[in-house]
Each structure stands twice: as structure tokens, then as C-alpha cells.
């Protein structure tokens, strides 16, 4: 389906009234979202498709996976968040997991992002060189 550039805008527009202190607030969404529904302007179906996807952007943006070889701390584990929210922003939701598979390191991902600092992938690199 193909979107005006004034749909955009109108959808940008609505993407960021959802937002409260840069997070996206999810009741705003969805009074937003019933809104239109409910009025049905002109180009709305568009107007809703671009919506969803800002907000399928947002969510990945502030999704983090972190996976360790072994258990990290409680202590670890803060530090690590301060951090990516020091660098990525307030309101992500980490999910944390143990893979013995890395044998050492750690690996983060953030949205699109990657930081591989894992035995693993350092030795399949060697591996790869030869």
C-alpha cells in the first residue's frame, strides 16, 4: 500500500504524541489507535499501517538481548544496564540468557545493533583466517 507524504507526516506526528519522556507509552497508542479507528479519516488504513510500523521500530529499538557463557551477578547485570541506558536511552526491556554454547564473553543486541564479544565467535574468526 503506497503512503502519501502527508500520511507520514500525520503518522509521525502520532507516533511522537505517543511518546512520554522519549518512551513510548502504550495507552497513548492505543487511544490513538481507537481514535481513528472510531473517526475513520480519509487514508486511515495507511495512516494506521505506518503507526504499527513506527511503533514495530520503537519496540525493537528498546528490545536487548544479552547471552553469557556463564550466570551473570545481580551487580553485572545492573552495571550492564546502566550502560546501555546511558547509551540507548530510558525504558528497555532486557532479556537475559545463559548459552555454555559461547564458552566466554558476552553478546548484546540492541534493535539492529550487535556487540559480540564472545570465545565463540573470536575463535571462529581465527578459524576463518586460516
Do not use: W
Not at 559461547?102 to 565463540?120: A, E, F, H, M, P
Amino acid at each position: 500500500m503506497k503512503i502519501s507524504k502527508q500520511e507520514q507526516r500525520e503518522a509521525r506526528q502520532l507516533f511522537r504524541i505517543c511518546l512520554v519522556n522519549g518512551v513510548l507509552d502504550e495507552g497513548r497508542v492505543r487511544q490513538a489507535v481507537s481514535l481513528l479507528v472510531e473517526t475513520k479519516p480519509r487514508g486511515y488504513l495507511a495512516l494506521l499501517t505506518r503507526l504499527h510500523r513506527l511503533v514495530q521500530l520503537d519496540v525493537a529499538k528498546r528490545t536487548v538481548r544479552v547471552e553469557d557463557a556463564v550466570e551473570l551477578s545481580p551487580a553485572q547485570l545492573a552495571a550492564i544496564k546502566a550502560r546501555l541506558e546511558q547509551r540507548y536511552g530510558p525504558g528497555l526491556e532486557i532479556n537475559y540468557s545463559t548459552n555454555p554454547a559461547l564458552i566466554g564473553g558476552l553478546r548484546i543486541q540492541v534493535g539492529s545493533d550487535l556487540y559480540d564479544g564472545t570465545v565463540k565467535t573470536r575463535l571462529e574468526k581465527l578459524q576463518q583466517s586460516f
